[in-house]
């Protein structure tokens, strides 16, 4: 029975695990759950699988919405799994080393850049390793003309600007340097892995409320009610955090923790290019030096005749408030005044992302605040142990990926299993079977 199938059967009473939330994380965990004798059931209040990874097939091509790279790929088991899936793992280098035309920067003065986040990374680094959990950007120097660049990168990489990120937190983030990508799509990878637990999905069926006050907890869905001895909660923490998805009686520790690791936003905008034989294929542009209020474009990726725009932090979250349109023409506005007026002519908009208006999302990836980097861990931690929570946000090292988000739930689903008394070992639908 698949997933949509699934969809439209009344649900269950009683299950001895629910999993909530079908994006990386719980698909992960509801696979490792998979065995005789022990009911599953995963409940998603999407109409798809994948959550912030997605892929939306257009024009023949796989355009990630979400997340599209393989981070940290010769540590990251997912990349193990591509080939296996019948797709195509991409091993070119990633376009961030390759800044396209010397446009506002010499080849002189990128290298000069190179140098300064390299100086800026070390400055934090030393002062994680005092255990100083402060805002990144003290360890700006006052007057470093790559400051403002430097925000606008950290736009990209934690979804919010330097001055909202804890040292330690971003010190702890783990990165080979290996960066690869899946041709047709790492939504696609995400989805296919899912149809181990096609037979235990249900789409369409948004969990409000887990009311842990008797011996069985109880979820109110917008299907109806139904109880379970476990639950794995793998939603994005920014619905915890408004209690869109409660529990009660309220946890006040994890509500703490949910508001010091918020979900930062970073939205994507596809656009066609005409004449794209003029721009170098899988290249970086970034315009403007002057204001972190700017966005970088991945030029013809996989060679493609396209441009992919990536926005972040408080441009994002103001260009998603006006719509997808005005996402598009900021991204056209700042091509224009760095390639030419022609490039107006040239550029069609193909899709953009929308998480931080998303219902289901309502942001992108996680960052932990200023003097909240000990959140993550407070995450990991059971509640009365039968409420598991698992995702990127959870991950001590690989948060902000969907690797990450695969292994906590893993490690969710092997908490899970213990709870019971049950052999918590890898089962036959786990990715290291």
């Not at 430097?150 to 736009?155: E, N, P, R, T, V």
């Not at 013809?300 to 005749?305: D, E, L, S, T």
């Not at 992108?364 to 995702?391: C, K, M, N, Q």
Request: contains cysteine; aromatic residues 6%.
């Amino acid at each position: 029975m698949t997933a949509p199938a699934a969809a439209s059967n009344p649900l269950p009473p009683q299950v001895g695990i629910v999993v909530i939330g079908a994006g990386a994380a719980g698909i992960a965990a509801a696979r490792r759950l998979m065995r005789p004798g022990l009911s599953v059931l995963v409940l998603e209040a999407r109409d798809r699988v994948g959550g912030r990874a997605h892929t939306l097939r257009i024009q023949g091509e796989g355009l990630d919405m979400g997340c599209g790279w393989l981070h940290s790929a010769d540590d990251n088991l997912l990349a193990g799994l591509v080939e296996g899936e019948g797709l195509t793992l991409d091993k070119s280098p990633p376009p961030w080393g390759n800044q396209a035309f010397n446009h506002e920067s010499t080849a002189g003065e990128q290298d000069d850049f190179g140098q300064a986040f390299e100086a800026f990374e070390q400055r934090v680094a030393e002062a994680a390793a005092r255990g100083e959990d402060r805002p990144a950007s003290d360890l700006f120097e006052p007057d470093n003309p790559w400051n403002a660049r430097l925000d606008a990168i950290s736009g990209a990489l934690n979804g919010a600007r330097f001055a909202e990120v804890s040292t330690v937190d971003y010190d702890a983030y783990g990165d080979t340097g290996v960066n690869w990508r899946v041709r047709e799509g790492y939504g696609r990878l995400i989805a296919r892995l899912a149809r181990a637990v096609d037979e235990v999905t249900v789409l369409d069926c948004g969990v409000q409320r887990i009311d842990r006050s008797g011996p069985l907890l109880r979820l109110e869905t917008s299907r109806g009610e139904l109880q379970a001895r476990i639950v794995i909660l793998t939603v994005p923490n920014s619905l915890i955090a408004t209690e869109a998805v409660r529990i009660d009686p309220p946890v006040p520790a994890l509500l703490e923790a949910v508001a010091g690791v918020p979900l930062g936003l970073a939205s994507k905008m596809h656009m066609n290019v005409r004449g794209a034989q003029d721009f170098p294929v899988d290249s970086q542009l970034w315009t403007r030096r002057d204001t972190p209020q700017t966005g970088g474009y991945h030029l013809r990726p996989f060679g493609r005749p396209m441009i992919e725009g990536y926005f972040g932090a408080d441009l994002a979250w103001g260009l998603e408030a006006e719509g997808q349109a005005a996402l598009y023409d900021f991204a056209v506005t700042e091509l224009v005044a760095a390639l030419g007026s022609n490039m107006r002519r040239r550029l069609e908009p193909v899709a953009a992302s929308s998480w931080g208006v998303d219902p289901f999302s309502r942001g992108a990836y996680s960052h932990a605040l200023p003097g909240h980097a000990a959140d993550r861990a407070r995450l990991r931690t059971a509640i009365e142990d039968r409420i598991f929570l698992a995702g990127e946000a959870t991950a001590p090292v690989y948060y902000g990926t969907a690797h990450g988000a695969w292994m906590e739930g893993e490690r969710a689903a092997r908490a899970a299993l213990l709870a019971l008394g049950l052999d918590p070992r890898t089962g036959p639908g786990d990715s290291e079977a």
